[in-house]
């Protein structure tokens, strides 16, 4: 099966959302971990797919659940690792259940059919935030008990309930949304990269104690470093930097201001979106949102993965700049 297996999300918390006219989420659900060719479910068709690219590991996880409880409701997430694997490996298994332990989770369930569509954005935006955090801080404890210091990793998940799309980010890895508009095609990313060198990351960060420092042999780019820094690189220990400002894991830069608060946004799915693409940032380092869309649209009509398409043309576009791939991982969601 394309299946690690059925995920149990019993307990009583979850039973209770249940009782009071939820979707049953006490039942198992199907999870998909490995990569999938592009498949057809009631309310959409997803593909998953994914490249190790020049890197000698894979570091890239993702999670998609395609009917979570009924037919329209769905949970899709990237997850882009730093240092090693250990905090996508393991922050993949962790988000969902902690949106569906929410207690904002619970209180849409009781209210979605008579709430306003501002209250049910409201609500399920609150649980996505709160189940960002919670998963950073389960994992956090992982990471204290095996002594892992600097694992850490970006994150995007879309959660759709109730014709809501909402969205919570960590780091560089984004969704993109193609939407019909008096009958173009245009392109949006729904979210923006979080970097040291922005003015309100750096504050954050330099208030925390931490730095914001560009390294030269990584093209200059920001990163940022903790504090103690310095004083472990003179006990001969290897602290690390990372390149963007707020993520999962990264347990010993987390007091130095690098943030598990992700930026989360929603809008209501009116039948003019046509596309949804999740993927890290070995895609967008090489793509740009109106290729991306381009991309995805032509390959549906040309009968082929689209997930697939953008993950072959972010290999050829690295290999045509002369550079080394980054893994890439790439996940379509078309509407129907």
């Known amino acids: 099966r394309d299946y690690l297996g059925l995920v149990d999300f019993s307990n009583s918390s979850l039973d209770m959302a249940s009782e009071t006219g939820g979707t049953g989420v006490n039942a198992p659900f199907d999870v998909i971990y ?30 998609v659940c395609p009917e979570l409880g009924d037919d329209s409701t769905a949970f899709f997430g990237v997850w882009d690792g730093t240092v090693d694997d250990f905090a996508a490996e393991n922050v993949r298994s962790l988000v969902l259940p902690q949106v569906l332990q929410s207690q904002h989770w619970e209180a849409f369930q009781t209210c979605k059919s008579a709430s306003s569509p501002a209250e049910l954005r409201e609500l399920l935006e609150s649980c996505l935030s709160e189940a960002f955090v919670r998963a950073d801080q389960e994992l956090l404890e992982m ?5 892992n210091h600097y694992s850490s990793c970006t994150g995007v998940a879309v959660l759709i309930a109730a014709g809501v799309l ?6 560089d890895s984004r969704a993109l949304l193609g939407f019909a508009e008096d009958g173009v095609l245009h392109a949006e990313f729904l979210t923006q990269d979080h970097k040291p060198d922005q003015p309100w990351e750096r ?11 560009y390294l030269h042999d990584v093209f200059n780019k920001p990163f940022i470093r903790g504090g103690d820094f310095t004083e472990r ?14 993520a999962f894991g990264g347990k010993d830069l987390k007091p130095y201001g690098l943030s598990n608060q992700p930026d989360v ?12 693409v999740l993927a890290s940032d070995g895609l967008w380092d090489v793509c740009s949102k109106e290729t991306g869309v381009r991309l995805a649209v032509e390959a549906l009509a040309r009968g082929e993965d689209a997930s697939q398409a953008l993950v072959d043309f972010a290999l050829a576009e690295h290999a045509r700049l002369g550079g ?11 509407f129907k």
């Open 34 to 63: 490995h990569p999938k060719p592009q498949t057809d479910f009631s309310r959409w068709a997803v593909g998953i797919s994914q490249h190790i690219g020049g890197r000698r590991t894979q570091e890239d996880r993702f999670a």
């Open 324 to 334: 080394t791939a980054d893994n890439v991982t790439a996940i379509t969601v078309f």
């Open 143 to 147: 990471c204290r008990s095996v002594q």
């Open 203 to 213: 504050k954050r960060i330099e208030e925390s104690g931490g730095s914001v420092e």
């Open 166 to 171: 909402t969205v919570a980010h960590l780091g």
């Open 233 to 246: 690189k003179a006990r001969g220990e290897k602290p690390m930097q990372l390149q963007y400002s707020r």
């Open 265 to 276: 946004a929603s809008l209501i799915l009116d039948g003019q979106q046509q596309v949804l």
